[in-house]
């Protein structure tokens, strides 16, 4: 079994296309298969290097590897300009002398009546003189295929049996004026000649394969397998575009999502293992992966959910591993902060992120001391007494060990000493340490702030929040 996946080089490698080449991988590699890489650079107005390279960057990003070097579609225009003129030769194409100016005319007429435009195969049937005649007025001409008689017919791998009339089909063009194969005969021959057998690509494909699949039987070619993946919706039900955010690979990478959870969530869109399962590396997720339970219906693209996921699969990297992938996105003003203390946060923050840049900017009171107290948890952790409280405890910090576990003790000692319960001083605490009412273990987060940092703070805490009344 062989798949491929053919992004155009005129754009990023957006979503869809991602899970486009998600689904093929998975397919490829869940039956031993292999996984081909085209890159259709055609149209050579929009197409570039830079995106080529953006390209192979994000699925070499999302992990995605694969089989024998990437097909370049340019350096094949030879072979598909034979193949084009072989069908001539067989009376399968025909070529058509029609100006832009009289199609124009024709499907201004076929809108005005409420119509769809099909050629209607004026240059179909000319003799040869007529052709001749055409030539030695030197007409722009394209070569048009013969499109039959009949219904055209196949086995959907995600649709079952799908069928087409030809009659809605109309001669359509396969090789240009200036001499260039469309896409619908490159596609055609480039598949044939990479051996590809299986065809999975997105629901809006379905109306070029009837064409295709002429094609392949006119070229006396085997007729690979498709199947149409349906489309991923945005929250408004329509098609993910632009106008619902971020929808390029490269853009949620620089978001600070983990590949390995970008790959996770678009494999789930449109497709299930079978079970409860969510949180699925690549490994599990080709282990489980079948065809057959690829949906017919489309899909939303929750961020929200994306989000949470990629929280899953921070906590699921070990410590080392995570640091690594967080100096990709520290700050400038940090950057003079220790790599030692830097290290020392993380496996206190794991918990606490959804995105990379998370570990950064909610952690901020591990690098700076609190500029403001958030006036809520202020009201409901800074009671009366608080202030004695606190100044009774800060001798007892002085002397104690500066490790989570001692801390500890000496904390809710002081707290069964005065006859109050250990939130007393804790709440009021992480509001002097951090200026908020959440972080992480107060113990742990005082251990590796140091004796200076959280003494300082401390202090700092009694002259700025005044003790309420009553």
Known sequence: MIVRFAPSPTGYLHVGGARTAIFNWLYARSAEGRFLLRIEDTDRVRSSEEMIREILSGLRWLGIDWDDEPVIQSTCIDRH??????????????????????????????????????????????TAGQRAEREAEGCTRVLRFRTPDGRTVFSDIVHDETSFSNEEIDDFVILRSDGTPTYMMAVVVDDHDMGVTHVLRGDDHLSNTPKQIMLYRALGYETPQFGHLPLILGSDKKRLSKRHGA???????????????????LALLGWSPGDDREVMQQEELIDAFDIIRVLRKSSVFDEEKLRWMNGQHIRLLDDADLFRRLMHFLPDDLRGVPEEYLRRIVPLMKERMELLPDFFANGRYFYTDPEEYDTDVVAKRWKAG????????????????????????????????????????IHPLRLALTGAGASPSLFDMMEVLGRETCLRRIRAALERIPEPEG
Not at 92 to 117: D, H, I, M, P, Q
Not at 247 to 254: D, L, N, R
Request: aromatic share 10%; proline share 2%; glycine share 8%.
């Open 81 to 126: 300009r034979d193949e084009c003129l072989r069908l001539l030769a067989e009376e399968k194409a025909y070529w058509c002398y029609c100006s832009s100016e009289e199609l124009e005319t024709k499907r201004t007429a076929a809108e005005a009546a409420g119509g769809a435009f099909l050629y209607d195969g004026t240059c179909r049937n000319l």
């Open 247 to 265: 929808t390029s690979v490269g853009e949620y990478q620089s978001r600070g999502y983990l590949p390995e959870a970008l790959f996770n969530f």
């Open 386 to 425: 608080t202030i004695a409280l606190m100044q009774r405890l800060l001798p007892r910090l002085d002397a104690s060990d500066f490790t989570a576990s001692a801390l500890e003790e000496v904390i809710r000692g002081a707290a069964e000493k005065e006859g109050v319960g250990a939130g007393k001083i």
